[in-house]
């Protein structure tokens, strides 16, 4: 390595899900970030249409969670996460469960919406094997599915890219996805077609018999592949089937946790409870890694046999409840009740959605799709180069100050629950001009 380069050599770091050569020659740097803005090496003010990647709720560079980590750090840096514990973690599991439906309420941590979904998987396997059903193995998901990146998750994920260079665990199936854009063309919330699509399930237990099935894994709502919205009845006939046949049920709501959709989580929204939740992200409000699954009191007290002094769950992190993490959670929480921004993201939603479909009839949108805080704009790609279009509407939005999301040809934006109507008028003004020249 030639010293005379560092610290500021784009080379060296190999950055995850992106266009490395396409940043390195033109970068987009961020410097500072506070509220709903982030400010670029090169001094320009960026509004946030994104929330980070889905995860700074609460707006950014929040002091009451950057004390309450200093203050951690200076008392309890870190304590081991195995045979041991620290107060604090105990005090986050009981919050986190008592935002939660039913029973669900038993709460291990992780660091990552893809530990989250690893882990979730593992305690299907292992729970069906506790209660003496060795048979159930198998693992479903679903077609532009995203489950982080961990083998389990590209496995039950549905998004090729993700999964074709791997050969993933075997066991797999996948439901269709639920999107159909000649059925369901410019929804606002749920759409009124395709609760049928959960009846594929049927087909696939009939296909490997049921007893061989262990658990179903969705986003409730698919954020990744481009926020694609339940249809209305399809969770419901998902949970019927998932009790017929005894597979755990089991929401991946790293995305759709803590507000975004206009609820807590999206279990509360749409009214069904699933066996496990996966979350992340929004849950220390992006500033310290952390993910972990709620699992209904059933689940944890079938791992509760054995010697006692036996480790009931072969399965942690190093970090799993890291005090830090710990700490800046509690003080996200906090927020999110004192500010009451699950509510305030309800109350914007419809805003949010009047916004965001005025941009039908702009040139090239062939979709928009809103829920709670959440829109999806869906662009008709250029011939013969898929992805271009939404590649340059987003490089476009960032050099005049938004910052949204591109996946394929599909923009979405989520921004956090702070946003103010004006703010809203901006992105989605911003927006519909750049899309006028793209
Ligand atoms: N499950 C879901 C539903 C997710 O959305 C993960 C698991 C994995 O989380 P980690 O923390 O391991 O990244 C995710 C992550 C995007 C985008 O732009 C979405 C995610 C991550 C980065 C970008 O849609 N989701």
Not at 23 to 49: C, H, I, N, Q, W
Not at 375 to 380: D, F, Q, V, Y
Request: hydrophobic content about 45%; aromatic content about 10%.
């Amino acid at each position: 390595m030639d010293q005379a380069a560092l610290p500021n050599d784009l080379e060296t770091y190999w950055m995850p899900f992106t266009a490395n050569r396409q940043f390195k020659a033109d970068p987009r740097l961020m410097a500072s970030a506070e509220g709903m803005y982030y400010y670029t090496t090169d001094g320009r003010k960026v509004l946030d249409g994104t929330a980070g990647l889905w995860c700074v709720n609460a707006g950014h560079a929040r002091p009451e969670i950057a004390e309450a980590v200093h203050k951690q750090i200076l008392t309890l840096d870190y304590a081991p996460a195995f045979q041991m514990g620290h107060p604090a973690v105990f005090e986050l599991a009981s919050r986190l469960a008592a935002l939660m439906p039913g029973d669900l309420d038993h709460v291990f941590f992780c660091n990552s919406g893809s530990e989250a979904v690893e882990t979730a998987l593992k305690i299907a396997l292992a729970y069906h094997r506790a209660k003496g059903d060795a048979a159930r193995v198998r693992l479903i998901g679903r077609e532009r599915g995203y489950h982080g990146v961990g083998f389990g998750g590209i496995s039950v994920g549905g998004i090729a890219g993700n999964r074709k260079l791997y050969a993933g665990i075997s066991g797999v199936d996948h439901l269709p996805h639920t999107f159909n854009l000649a059925e369901q063309a410019f929804s606002r919330g749920q759409p009124a077609w395709g609760a049928h699509l959960a009846d594929e399930l049927e087909r696939i237990a009939a296909l490997h018999d049921p007893s061989t099935i262990a658990a179903v894994i969705v986003e409730p709502m698919a954020g990744s592949t481009g926020v694609l919205v339940p249809p209305k009845g399809y969770l419901e006939r998902l949970r019927a089937i998932c009790d017929k046949h005894g597979f755990l049920l089991i929401f991946d709501e790293v995305i759709t946790g803590f507000g975004r959709l206009g609820a807590g989580f999206a279990t509360d929204l749409f009214g069904v409870q699933p066996d496990m939740i996966c979350f992340a992200k929004g849950v220390t409000n992006g500033v310290v890694p952390m993910g972990g699954v709620v699992a209904r009191k059933h689940i944890y007290d079938a791992f509760m046999q054995g010697p006692e002094i036996a480790v009931e769950f072969a399965h942690g992190y190093t970090y799993s409840g890291h005090p830090v993490a710990t700490a800046a959670a509690l003080a996200t929480l906090d927020i999110y009740a004192r500010e009451d921004l699950f509510n305030r993201a309800k109350g914007l939603s419809d805003y949010w959605a009047d916004a965001a479909h005025s941009l039908k009839g702009l040139p090239n949108v062939i979709d928009i799709r809103t829920i709670g805080l959440v829109a999806g704009i869906e662009l008709a790609p250029l011939p013969g180069k898929p992805a271009q279009r939404a590649f340059d509407v987003y490089l476009k939005c960032f050099e005049r100050g938004l910052l949204i999301r591109q996946t394929g040809d599909i923009l979405a934006l989520s921004p956090p629950l702070i946003v103010e109507k004006s703010q809203i008028d901006a992105m989605f003004g911003l927006l519909g001009e750049v899309l006028k020249s793209c």
